[in-house]
């Protein structure tokens, strides 16, 4: 969902996959912790930066 769309919001992504803002916040939080993603810049102009490793 990132991947297709970085300047996707937390309600945008919320709302696709059916679940609370909440529980996206708390699956973002995962991810950023363990350095899967990044958001860069404000939370009205800025992306997400998912960083892939191998």
């Known amino acids: 969902m990132i991947k297709e769309n970085r ?6 992504m919320a709302k696709q996959l059916g679940i609370s803002t909440r529980a996206v916040e ?10 899967k993603v990044n958001r860069i810049g404000s939370e009205k102009g800025g992306y997400w930066l998912v960083n892939i490793t191998n």
């Not at 300047?7 to 945008?12: D, L, S």
């Not at 708390?26 to 350095?35: P, S, T």
């Open 7 to 12: 300047k996707i919001t937390i309600p945008e």
């Open 26 to 35: 708390k699956q973002l939080a995962g991810l950023k912790k363990a350095g």
